[in-house]
């Protein structure tokens, strides 16, 4: 059985930072890429990041890039979400995933990943 759960998430101001992490349990953590997306109410879940299972490769939406970095330790089964430069726009559910095949880079597809977390609130203020 697999988990993910996020943590970090919170009210932060714009231009603020935050720093999101998803532990992982179930299955071997270092076969997976892993990928985050968000969430707003009315809205299709958006792709926001994914990294390689090495942590090798990484690839961001344009709406994030230079602003978000994802980096993840194998060691303890955690990927990480480093948000700086937050704008109100960035308000969502953030969730994290791990992707439904081994030894990939990552895909941007939700329905390429098969595990979910719960997802964790960040809130940026004007």
């Known amino acids: 059985q697999v988990q993910l759960v996020e943590s970090g998430g919170g009210l932060v101001q714009a231009g603020g930072s935050l720093r999101l992490s998803c532990a992982a349990s179930g299955r071997t953590f270092s076969r997976y890429a892993m990928g985050w997306f968000r969430q707003v109410p009315g809205k299709e879940r958006e792709f926001v990041g994914r990294i390689s299972w090495s942590g090798g490769r990484t690839y961001y939406a344009d709406s994030v890039k230079g602003r978000f970095t994802i980096s993840r330790d194998n060691a303890k089964n955690t990927v990480y979400l480093e948000m700086n430069n937050l704008k109100p726009e960035d308000t969502a559910v953030y969730y994290c995933?791990?992707?439904?095949?081994?030894?990939?880079?990552?895909?941007?597809?939700?329905?390429?990943?098969?595990?979910w977390g719960q997802g964790t609130q960040v809130t940026v203020s004007s």
């Open positions: 995933a791990q992707d439904s095949s081994t030894y990939s880079s990552g895909h941007y597809r939700v329905d390429e990943y098969d595990y």
